[in-house]
């Protein structure tokens, strides 16, 4: 099991023209929200952050997770505009940080930075073939792009399992992989989005209560929103439950560490919205008023869903076995 081959598939995760619309075209509203560091993926935070200081924690967790410090060679999956890179390389002293990413705007704004020892390509992880192996890799966000909304469980798994073994694959012996990514609650997609918060913790005991009048039309609302989302700002993505990503790596990947962090995604959440808000005017001359209208909309719904507890920030560390 630990030595499977990859296995080629027609499908690749989400569309490059689905990419362009969320990473490029949104884009440039985002940029006006994410700070200095253009990070777009949830911080890691502790009393007295700022957004930009719960980033910088962020990209440190994953780079120490993954044991960079002084590595020869590191992959980052969906590096964005390239921050990870930058700092794996001027903070944790990797010699080639490699990124890739489906964006064309962000692979040029970050090669238009000129760093030394990182390399960006603009290409889908799919197609990576790296030309010796790597130390570690990082993938920050980026499971969310491996399934479409319209598989059935198993085939979703099936997608999460092709990544898996692709950085198997791409890994020295014992490398690591540290992974962050949008989960969906425990109990599966479907009742993440329809039962009541109180009905949400797995681990509830008791006879669950009949959903009244209120709670059928909070899910028929919570499917709406999620419709809208997965539409107007993060077309042909789907998030993955902890127990699927744990499947889709067994025998591949030891599990070093698995925490679920949703106030994480809280802060984070909290903080675009408001810098959402301050620049909607300047927003829609760049995107249209419309587009600006969705992302706001989305971010109210991620900051319900996260606080009542429909999905969370997973953190997860593995060991090639």
Same mark, same amino acid.
């Given at each position: 099991?630990?030595?499977?081959?990859?296995k080629?598939?027609?499908?690749?995760?989400?569309?490059?023209?689905a990419?362009?619309?969320?990473?490029?075209?949104?884009?440039?509203?985002?940029r006006l929200?994410l700070?200095?560091?253009l990070?777009?993926s949830?911080?890691m935070?502790e009393?007295?952050?700022?957004?930009d200081s719960?980033?910088?924690?962020?990209l440190?967790?994953?780079a120490?997770?993954?044991?960079?410090d002084?590595?020869?060679h590191?992959?980052?999956?969906?590096?964005?505009y390239?921050?990870?890179?930058?700092?794996?390389v001027?903070?944790?002293?990797?010699k080639?940080?490699?990124?890739?990413?489906?964006?064309?705007?962000?692979a040029a704004?970050?090669?238009?930075q000129?760093?030394?020892?990182?390399?960006v390509?603009?290409?889908?992880?799919?197609d990576h073939?790296?030309?010796?192996p790597?130390d570690?890799?990082?993938?920050i966000?980026v499971?969310?792009?491996c399934a479409?909304?319209?598989?059935?469980?198993?085939?979703?798994?099936?997608?999460?399992?092709?990544?898996?073994?692709?950085?198997?694959s791409?890994l020295?012996?014992?490398g690591?992989?540290?992974?962050q990514v949008?989960?969906?609650?425990?109990?599966?997609? =479907?009742? &993440?989005? +329809?039962?009541?918060?109180?009905q949400? *913790?797995?681990?509830r005991?008791? @006879? $669950?209560?009949? !959903?009244?009048?209120?709670?059928i039309?909070?899910?028929i609302?919570?499917?709406?929103?999620?419709?809208?989302?997965?539409?107007?700002v993060?077309?042909?993505?789907?998030?993955?439950?902890?127990?699927?990503?744990?499947?889709?790596?067994r025998? =591949?990947? &030891?599990? +070093?560490?698995?925490r679920?962090?949703p *106030?994480?995604?809280v802060?984070? @959440? $909290?903080?675009? !919205?408001?810098?959402?808000?301050?620049?909607?005017?300047?927003?829609?001359?760049?995107?249209?008023e419309?587009?600006?209208?969705?992302?706001?909309?989305?971010?109210?719904?991620?900051?319900r869903?996260?606080?009542?507890?429909?999905f969370?920030?997973?953190?997860?560390v593995?060991?090639k076995?």
């Amino acid at each position: 099991m630990g030595h499977e081959s990859k296995k080629r598939s027609a499908y690749k995760g989400t569309s490059s023209k689905a990419i362009l619309h969320q990473y490029d075209f949104l884009g440039d509203f985002y940029r006006l929200t994410l700070g200095p560091e253009l990070v777009f993926s949830y911080g890691m935070w502790e009393e007295g952050d700022t957004l930009d200081s719960a980033q910088i924690r962020k990209l440190d967790y994953h780079a120490e997770a993954a044991h960079t410090d002084g590595a020869d060679h590191v992959l980052d999956i969906g590096c964005g505009y390239g921050s990870l890179l930058h700092r794996l390389v001027k903070n944790h002293h990797v010699k080639h940080a490699v990124g890739i990413t489906m964006s064309p705007g962000q692979a040029a704004w970050a090669r238009d930075q000129h760093w030394p020892g990182c390399e960006v390509r603009a290409e889908n992880w799919f197609d990576h073939e790296p030309d010796r192996p790597y130390d570690a890799i990082i993938a920050i966000e980026v499971m969310e792009h491996c399934a479409g909304n319209t598989m059935w469980r198993a085939k979703r798994v099936a997608r999460y399992r092709e990544f898996f073994q692709h950085c198997h694959s791409w890994l020295r012996p014992a490398g690591r992989l540290s992974v962050q990514v949008n989960a969906w609650n425990e109990r599966g997609w =479907l009742a &993440s989005l +329809v039962l009541p918060p109180q009905q949400l *913790d797995p681990h509830r005991s008791g @006879v $669950r209560e009949r !959903l009244g009048l209120k709670d059928i039309l909070g899910g028929i609302k919570n499917v709406r929103e999620g419709l809208h989302a997965s539409r107007k700002v993060y077309p042909e993505c789907f998030l993955p439950t902890l127990d699927e990503l744990i499947e889709a790596s067994r025998g =591949l990947f &030891s599990i +070093v560490e698995a925490r679920s962090d949703p *106030d994480d995604g809280v802060a984070t @959440v $909290r903080s675009w !919205l408001e810098r959402a808000e301050a620049n909607h005017v300047r927003g829609a001359e760049l995107i249209g008023e419309s587009a600006v209208s969705d992302i706001i909309r989305e971010q109210k719904t991620a900051l319900r869903f996260l606080r009542e507890g429909r999905f969370t920030v997973v953190r997860m560390v593995f060991e090639k076995v």
